[in-house]
């Protein structure tokens, strides 16, 4: 392990200083009875190389697999300069910038991360970014809630299965009855929307959807309008640089998980939640925000702003609790859109969705056909006649994981198969998958 | 000359990294994506190349204090060292490509990882369960009080109110609100810990929980502690510890032996994980044994062959607060710390993290009011009442620090100490460099008397003078636009 500094003789010094004898004098202000007397029962300690050995070890338990699974958490290509530049010391050990003077490299990229937000919803304001995309989800349902003075919320069963339990959860404490709208063919119908409307808070539906399908946006905001709801879009920022996004089509809330353009997966964090809305809705939104303002010499400078709405003015009055959120990552997102940029951004998305409708055809050629009919990007949903679990099997055994068995989702979709193309994927492993599903549906 | 925004730099046409070609076919994109869906105005996002683009963030970097450049005394932060080698094992690619939606036995590596952090962390709280899922503190204290709100309706009734001291964090009452309770301060004795007498009055029926930061934020271990879960346990309701403080206790008091029912942890504090400029953090969970059933879904479990695996029937689980499992990345670091270290080296952190604050604090504070005089534990709270009349006020000196290369202390807070400044020091600093920080600090207060004007201009040295806060507020610039051409 990294050695404290402290020595004998600094112990010895300093505790002369202070004027104390003994270091347990220190801890007078303890009674006895709160004092633990023995040895917590954990491993022995590890020298740095013992320790790097055993996590290691560790890391090496978990089974590499050629990975058609996406469903919320995508391996997409990591420009190399994306951890270079959040590998820096100044970026990872400094902490939440209380003091502007001395943080202008981080709140500037946050503003940076921002303005990115903003360009790739279409929104008008985006915060500094929240936890990760289910929480975001569902905080901006509770702006919803105080936006409105209403207490439900409609959302659509598109939504990634997990990111409706993190908004039921936060939902329950405070009385809001979440309403599911449910699909027909995969998409959410706006009729559905409309006979659930009165009253309700808002919409939360999912662009692409959880099955992969495009929605119909446009229609879903009116629907949920038309009833003075205000509409909360879930989206993917890499899809936004082919779809259209939220805000021009007059969404009020577009929230999010950033990991497909900031992180690994890692087994699911940490990733980059992030949260935008019209600037009606400034007030409501949760979290830091940077500002852009000048110092005494007129220089540009950055700082937090806009703190009445947060937890340490305003106490229980505040907007939410979220302080410490996904800096380091938002940078990570911030550097991944900026070496790829406009052009890159799309065309990672273009050639992912080239690839997904390649190897979709060669499933459906197999005798793998489109759950829905609707339109996708890189993700699909395909019946697989049998329980796709038996795919999953048989694939696994040669070191391919062919997407996510729908069936562990819930039991009625258990002859479903969600399939995730990367734009890394290449063509041999298309055709070599696509194969050895074909195998797998005559063996 | 202030660097300049990156939507300022570069030129259109300009890439920093290429894909390779597309190695299928190409379809029509007309085909794929109907028109109407189709973006029709692309975003505005940087064209620039990539040494630009590193020499941006690079300039950038240099305008920022950090733990690895100077002293950062942010009191309830607990700015320590971040071990070089957590990095390494964090990026392991065994765990950084691991889906979290693989099967189980895909994924054996991480869980196992998972399943003995959580062990280790109650062993360190005393406490018998742990959820790794909130992804910070404040996320931690909400999934707790979810869990508080489950446990008491589980027993026919959810309570109303939440108790906190007045020297809380913001994030106590923000979080209790979040969960649907009404908030009842309660104001701390003449020695800045819980006033007994005014807990008694505010303790009823209707209470769901105390949430108590022990060491308090003034740096004081509620010595009555064993009073205080006496009273609140009879009323029913349960204790709650926010663990901002947890740097004091490793090894010295494990807060489930003192009553606490249950407790949230910051990694990125205590266990060493890097601040990274306000996250990823990790907020997990450590509840007592009545408290289990409803920590958040799923729960790992062991199979009879050993094997791990997810349980979620748990019916009188909250839910969940996140989409996945937590910050796992996180999670490897805080394992990896509290396995190189063993029981004997984090009782040493907090031993060394409580010796140099009250060698700090033996060292400046003569020159400086102490509302709450010692021994302190990990962390103290000077006021700058002092200076005050000399028309410095605490703002003033923090940014003075900052022209001498120090981060500044946390201050205004706690709110109930005038002119707050909380200074924590913590383990990984040398008696050289707490000496360093006193003398900053001392020149400070000379120079408060000296010449007050130049503290109260100060900082002089920085990138930056102090900014127009109001302007900030008053016109809110939040994003980059393009000036139109």
Redesign the interface.
């Known amino acids: 392990?990294?050695r404290?500094?402290?020595t004998t003789r600094?112990?010895e010094?300093?505790?002369s200083?202070?004027?104390?004898d003994r270091?347990d004098?220190?801890?007078?202000?303890?009674?006895e009875?709160?004092?633990?007397s023995g040895?917590?029962?954990?491993?022995?300690?590890?020298?740095?190389g013992a320790?790097?050995r055993?996590?290691?070890e560790?890391?090496?338990?978990?089974?590499?697999?050629l990975?058609f699974?996406g469903?919320?958490?995508y391996?997409h290509?990591r420009?190399a300069?994306v951890?270079?530049?959040c590998?820096?010391?100044?970026?990872?050990?400094?902490?939440?910038?209380?003091?502007?003077?001395?943080?202008?490299?981080?709140l500037?990229?946050?503003?940076?991360f921002?303005?990115?937000i903003?360009?790739?919803t279409g929104m008008e304001?985006?915060n500094?970014?929240m936890?990760?995309?289910?929480?975001a989800v569902a905080e901006a349902m509770?702006m919803a809630v105080s936006a409105t003075g209403r207490s439900s919320i409609l959302i659509s069963e598109g939504v990634?299965p997990?990111?409706r339990?993190?908004v039921?959860?936060?939902a329950?404490?405070?009385?809001i009855a979440v309403i599911p709208v449910p699909l027909h063919q995969g998409t959410t119908p706006d009729t559905a929307v409309r006979e659930r409307a009165e009253g309700a808070a808002g919409l939360i539906y999912q662009e692409p959807n959880f099955f992969g399908c495009?929605e119909n946006?446009?229609r879903l905001i009116e629907a949920s309008h038309a009833a003075g709801g205000l509409a909360i879009a879930s989206v993917d920022p890499l899809s936004?640089?082919?779809?259209?996004?939220p805000g021009?089509l007059g969404a009020d809330i577009a929230a999010g998980?950033g990991q497909a353009l900031a992180?690994?997966?890692?087994?699911?964090?940490?990733g980059?939640g992030f949260l935008a809305c019209t600037q009606r809705l400034?007030r409501k939104l949760p979290g830091?925000?940077?500002?852009?303002?000048?110092?005494?010499?007129g220089?540009?400078?950055?700082?937090l702003?806009?703190q009445?709405r947060?937890?340490?003015?305003?106490?229980?009055?505040?907007t939410?609790?979220?302080?410490?959120?996904?800096?380091?990552?938002a940078?990570g997102f911030?550097?991944t859109?900026?070496?790829?940029?406009?052009?890159?951004?799309?065309?990672?998305a273009?050639?992912a969705?080239?690839?997904a409708?390649?190897y979709q055809h060669a499933l459906q050629k197999r005798g793998f056909p489109l759950a829905f009919d609707a339109?996708f990007?890189w993700e699909f949903t395909v019946r697989t006649g049998i329980p796709a679990a038996t795919y999953?099997e048989g694939l696994?055994s040669r070191g391919v994981?062919p997407g996510?068995d729908l069936g562990t989702v819930s039991p009625d979709l258990a002859e479903r198969l969600l399939v995730y193309v990367s734009?890394m994927r290449?063509?041999e492993e298309?055709d070599r998958t696509a194969e050895l599903m074909g195998e797998v549906s005559h063996g | 000359m202030a660097e300049k925004i990156i939507y300022e730099l570069g030129s259109p046409g300009r890439q920093s990294v290429d894909l390779p070609p597309l190695d299928v076919p190409s379809e029509d994109a007309g085909a794929m994506i109907p028109a109407g869906t189709r973006r029709v105005k692309p975003p505005m996002l940087p064209e620039i190349d990539e040494l630009e683009l590193i020499r941006h963030f690079v300039r950038l970097s240099v305008l920022n204090h950090h733990v690895e450049k100077g002293f950062y005394p942010l009191g309830s932060c607990t700015m320590k060292a971040n071990p070089p080698v957590n990095e390494v094992l964090a990026a392991l690619p065994g765990f950084a490509l691991a889906h979290p939606w693989w099967p189980a036995r895909l994924a054996q590596g991480s869980l196992r990882l998972m399943a003995e952090l959580e062990a280790m962390l109650a062993e360190i709280c005393g406490l018998s369960a742990t959820t790794l899922q909130p992804a910070a503190g404040a996320h931690g204290e909400l999934t707790g009080l979810m869990v508080v709100r489950a446990y008491h309706e589980s027993h026919g009734n959810p309570r109303k109110r939440v108790i906190v001291p007045d020297s809380a964090h913001g994030t106590n009452p923000a979080s209790a609100s979040l969960v649907g309770y009404e908030i009842v301060e309660i104001k701390s004795d003449g020695d800045g810990l819980v006033d007994l007498a005014a807990l008694e009055r505010a303790l009823d029926e209707d209470t769901a929980v105390f949430m108590l930061t022990n060491p308090n934020t003034l740096g004081l271990f509620e010595r009555r502690i064993c009073q205080i879960q006496q009273m609140v346990h009879a009323k029913g309701a349960l204790l709650y510890m926010d663990g901002a403080n947890m740097n004091a206790l490793l090894g010295i008091v494990r807060p489930g032996d003192t009553g606490f029912d249950l407790v949230h942890l910051n990694l990125h504090k205590t266990f060493s994980t890097p601040h990274g400029g306000g996250g990823p953090g990790a907020g997990p969970l450590v509840v007592a044994e009545k408290l289990a059933p409803f920590l958040p879904v799923p729960r790992i479990v062991q199979a009879e062959d050993g094997s791990l695996r997810w349980d979620y029937d748990r019916p009188q689980s909250i839910g969940k607060v996140m989409t996945w499992w937590g910050n796992f990345g996180v999670l490897v670091r805080a394992y990896a710390y509290i396995r190189s270290r063993g029981a004997r080296g984090l009782a040493q952190v907090s031993e060394a993290a409580i010796l140099n604050a009250n060698y700090l604090l033996a060292l400046v504070q003569d020159r400086f009011d102490l509302p709450y005089p010692g021994p302190c534990m990990h962390e103290f709270v000077l006021s700058g009442d002092r200076q005050k009349k000399r028309g410095v006020r605490t703002l003033d000196m923090a940014k003075r620090l900052l022209d001498k290369g120090m981060h500044a202390p946390t201050i205004y807070f706690p709110l109930i100490v005038s002119e707050a400044m909380m200074i924590e020091p913590t383990e990984t600093e040398s008696r050289e460099s707490v000496e360093e920080f006193a003398r900053a600090l001392l020149e400070v207060a000379d120079e408060a008397e000296e010449n007050p004007e130049f503290v109260h201009a100060a900082p002089h040295s920085t990138p930056v003078g102090r900014l127009d806060e109001t302007r900030a507020a008053r016109q809110p610039d939040l994003a980059f636009k393009r000036p139109k051409t």
């Open positions: 392990m990294s404290l500094p402290l600094d112990r010094l300093m505790l200083r202070i004027g104390v270091f004098d220190l801890l007078r202000p303890i009674p009875t709160a004092r633990f040895l917590l029962d954990l491993p022995p300690s590890l020298a740095e320790l790097a055993h996590v290691k560790l890391s090496e338990r978990n089974v590499p697999v990975s699974m469903a919320g958490s391996e290509f420009p300069v951890d270079y530049v590998g820096r010391p100044e970026f990872r050990t400094a902490y939440t910038p209380y003091q502007a003077e001395v943080s202008q490299g981080t500037q990229t946050i503003y940076e921002q303005t990115a903003v360009e790739l304001v985006a500094a970014s936890y990760e995309g289910g929480s509770l990634h997990l990111v339990r993190v039921h959860t936060y329950r404490p405070n009385g495009i946006q446009q936004l640089s082919v779809l259209e996004p021009a998980e992180a690994p997966v890692s087994f699911g964090g940490p980059v400034i830091r925000l940077v500002g852009a303002t000048v110092d005494g010499q220089r540009r400078g950055f700082v702003t806009l009445a947060e937890q340490h003015i305003r106490r229980q009055k505040a939410s609790n979220i302080c410490t959120n996904q800096a380091l990552v940078l911030l550097v859109v900026s070496a790829l940029g406009p052009h890159g951004l799309a065309n990672m273009s050639q969705t080239q690839k409708h390649y339109p990007l999953v696994l994981l996510l734009e290449t063509r298309l």
